[in-house]
């Protein structure tokens, strides 16, 4: 079966470092890129980046450079998303999602992390 | 880079028809035939509803439909039903190399 399988909720405190992950499977991992989507509680999606794991070229959404780091594990089929030191308005819902072959849209989305981020 | 803009809120009864409006620029909706719909039903991951415009993946009803013009795209959806109500987002892609969505529609089946 085609999927993203993304890691567990978390519940960080503010100051904390955090790392999710986004395992793909069933496809060709290292021929799409795959993009990070942040969702706030009750707000709309935000792209946050994308990394293409055949060779970890990565971009990134202004608003999110150097707020966060996206990379990926091309041997466990695997895209990261992490952050360094978490700040309550980190909490939100993230989605990881595959970019389909050239077309710029997302045919593929995993479940979504909730991290809450909390003292 | 801003969102592109969505109206808040559409609804309609079964049956009918609706479109959700999507304006960007011509950075983005406008230089670019990369417009995609999503639909979120409440606590669901984004479903691909429309790429590239106005084509549907495989296994999306064809009361979905998809059109552009200018700056402006629209997501039509007919024969309106109770399981269509669901948040709606578009997205495009940008002469920044980067992706921008919609701030969300919230489709209500009255």
């Known amino acids: 079966e085609v999927q993203l399988v993304q890691s567990g909720a978390e519940v960080k405190k503010p100051g904390e470092s955090l790392k999710i992950s986004c395992k793909g499977s069933g496809y060709s991992f290292t021929s799409y890129w795959i993009g990070w989507v942040r969702q706030m509680p009750g707000k709309g999606l935000e792209w946050m980046g994308i990394i293409y794991p055949g060779d970890s070229d990565t971009r990134y959404s202004p608003s999110f450079q150097g707020q966060v780091t996206i990379s990926a594990d091309k041997s466990i089929s695997t895209a990261y998303l992490q952050w360094s030191s978490l700040k309550a308005s980190d909490t939100a819902m993230y989605y990881c999602a595959r970019r389909s072959g050239i077309g710029w849209y997302f045919d593929l989305w995993g479940r979504g992390t909730l991290v809450t981020v909390s003292s | 880079q801003s969102a592109l803009t969505q109206p808040a809120s559409v609804s309609g009864s079964p049956g009918q028809s609706i479109t959700i409006s999507c304006t960007g620029t011509s950075s983005d909706v406008g230089g670019y035939n990369y417009v995609s719909w999503y639909q979120q039903h409440p606590g669901k991951a984004p479903k691909l509803m429309i790429y590239e415009v106005s084509n549907r993946p495989s296994g999306v009803s064809n009361r979905f439909s998809g059109s552009k013009s200018g700056n402006t795209a629209s997501l039509t959806i007919s024969g309106l039903q109770a399981e269509d109500e669901a948040d709606y987002y578009c997205?495009?892609?940008?002469?920044?190399?980067?992706?921008?969505f919609g701030g969300g529609t919230k489709l209500t089946v009255l």
């Open positions: 997205s495009s892609y940008t002469s920044s190399s980067a992706v921008v």
